[in-house]
């Protein structure tokens, strides 16, 4: 089954108690947290406290992206505050597969996430590390922009890549809406990240829904 992670870069940060209601109520999988330092991307969002307080509100699982620099010095205080999976960038982590391990030592999952331009070849040499690989859909940065179809593809070569004794999942994020879920889906995407499409809906249930059949 396909795990639906609303983004909440995209909610209401004034209604984020209530945002993250409607979204567990609506069948929602996943919780997509996404960290920006203003250096890895142009934009700077939540830290650890901010993780913290989402882990006492919810029990979904707390899925966080982190879109920065150096991110073996901030993954000990996520993981301590509640990430149930934490996904680092290729071009981010020099030393990929020790940050990989790190992430694990926590005993928690483990993801790697490639930027639009970046070729999924480049994974082979992790696949058998991770639990999650995240293909972005669109440059990574800002919520309500539009779909890169190629990522398309990326899903299928990244799918045939996997070693068929390992399950990893195959995320994709942004620009994913009812429109273009079944063909992600189709692809071999096994989760969809979605912030716009769900949080300015006016029937979030509705939103999640479409992207789940
Ligand atoms: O990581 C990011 C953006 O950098 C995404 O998680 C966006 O938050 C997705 O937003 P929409 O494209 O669905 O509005």
Redesign the pocket.
Known sequence: MVKIAP?L??ANILELKSEIQIIEDAGAHWL?I?V?DGHF?P?ITFGPDYVKAINNLSNLTLDV?L?IENPELYIPKFAENGADIITVHYESAIHLHRVVQMIKSYDIKAGVAINPATNVENLRYILNEVDMILI??????????K?IKEAVEKIKHLKSMLPSEKDVEIQI?????GENASELISAGATSL??????F?SIDKRKAIESLMN
């Open positions: 983004s870069l995209a997509h996404d920006m991307v934009n992206h879109m972005m859909s669109v440059n990574p940065g800002f919520g309500g922009q779909f994020d942004g620009g994913v809406n990240v979605a912030g716009s499409y769900i300015k």
